[in-house]
């Protein structure tokens, strides 16, 4: 089959509509944040869910409006304690952008959530998709979303063969995605849209036999279902080392802020050292800086075997050596924070370094 660009009669479109429209009554997922009109909660909501399962979805949501139960609460809260909210979430430029945007909200907008579309979207972390989302779910604009879920059931649907992550295919998926828009129902029809993607049209295996608009799916009649959705490139992934120390002093260790613009910046970590390929454990503790700043008069208690974390780009291998140390160095004392067991919690830090934390803390 050739890529084609849907042709769609008024009519198609309407009893599309009322299937889908029908199927999401029937089907979807009871959740929290599809039970309100507040455009502060549906911001908070859509932010936590872009890379996110809804599972682990609605923990986080729960917790970040106790904390931050109004646009006021977050920006008047500190950069900390948001990070901390979002600890292993990933994608923490995420909750750095919801913490700059709502002050923005409450200096620019006085406390009130911008209504327009385009007012929305210059809010930072904020991207089509987005500004769709709260405009539609908030305020019932007629704006289409277009999220993955998305793009896989119109992929199929229509048997859409340009790959969608190239512009040709961004535009000829937005404008599928707006012509089939219910304008009078916005909301309840970008939820099922994304619905129908989530739980029937999934990733891995699509429930056709049980799906109502099976006998107008394209990729469903010319057996292409899982040949769909197409994308043009494969991601590159680089690997990197990671090579911790958990230096322990009295009743603490230290911990330093990742300011670079990097993977997890603004939370905390140990003392590290990275290398661009792995080295033996022997020889990262022979080097001059592991044995000057981290090793000094300290006695190695424990090495951690390598754990693998994966991020969307990155693959990161890293080891942690837990040190005990009977003096401060000056080193240690310039360039990092002593921070007291007790006082632990307070500090962000991502998901691997929370492994490596809680196995010590423990010792
Ligand atoms: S028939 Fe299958 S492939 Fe087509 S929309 Fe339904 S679930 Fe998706």
């Known amino acids: 089959m050739n890529p084609t660009k849907p042709c769609l009669t008024e009519e198609n479109i309407t009893v599309f509509q009322?299937?889908?429209?029908?199927?999401?009554?029937?089907h979807h997922r009871v959740l929290p944040w599809r039970e309100v009109k507040d455009p502060y909660l549906i911001w908070i909501s859509e932010v936590i869910l872009q890379q996110t399962r809804v599972e682990q979805a609605l923990s986080y949501y729960r917790n970040f409006i106790v904390n931050f139960p109004t646009v006021e609460h977050l920006a008047a809260a500190d950069e900390n304690s948001v990070l901390k909210c979002w600890q292993g979430l990933g994608y923490y430029s995420r909750a750095?952008?919801?913490?700059?945007?709502?002050?923005v909200i409450v200096e620019k907008f006085h406390g009130h959530f911008p209504k327009s579309y385009d007012e929305v979207k210059s809010l930072k972390g904020i991207g089509d998709y987005t500004a769709a989302a709260i405009c539609s779910f908030a305020y019932d604009l007629p704006y289409a979303v277009l999220d993955g879920n998305v793009y896989r059931f119109l992929s199929r649907y229509f048997a859409m063969e340009t790959p969608i992550d190239t512009m040709q295919g961004r535009k000829q998926f937005m404008e599928t995605a707006d012509m089939l828009l219910d304008r009078k129902k916005a909301a309840l029809h970008n939820q099922a849209m994304m619905e129908m993607g989530a739980i029937q049209c999934t990733i891995l295996s699509p429930d056709c036999d049980s799906c109502p608009l099976k006998h107008n799916c394209m990729?469903?009649?010319?057996?292409?279902v899982e040949l769909l959705p197409i994308k043009s490139k494969k991601t590159k992934v680089r690997?990197?080392?990671?090579?911790?120390?958990?230096?322990k002093y009295q009743n603490g260790f230290f911990l330093r802020k990742r300011e670079k613009a990097d993977v997890w910046?603004?939370?905390?970590?140990?003392?590290?050292?990275?290398?661009?390929?792995?080295?033996?454990?022997?020889?990262?503790?022979?080097?001059?800086?592991?044995?000057?700043?981290?090793?000094n008069a300290g006695v190695i208690k424990q090495i951690s075997e390598e754990k693998k974390h994966v991020l969307s780009h990155q693959h990161i291998y890293s080891r942690c050596v837990y040190v005990e140390i009977q003096e401060k160095n000056e080193y240690l004392t310039k360039h990092y924070d002593y921070v007291k067991i007790e006082e632990s919690d307070k500090y962000p830090v991502s998901r691997l370094v929370e492994i490596f934390l809680n196995e010590y803390l423990e010792i």
């Open 18 to 26: 009322r299937k889908l429209h029908e199927w999401y009554e029937r």
């Open 239 to 247: 690997n990197r080392y990671f090579y911790y120390f958990f230096i």
């Open 96 to 103: 750095r952008n919801l913490h700059a945007s709502a002050k």
């Open 265 to 295: 910046r603004n939370l905390y970590e140990f003392p590290l050292l990275e290398y661009e390929n792995k080295l033996p454990i022997e020889e990262v503790l022979a080097q001059e800086e592991s044995v000057k700043y981290f090793l």
């Open 219 to 224: 990729a469903f009649k010319y057996d292409m």
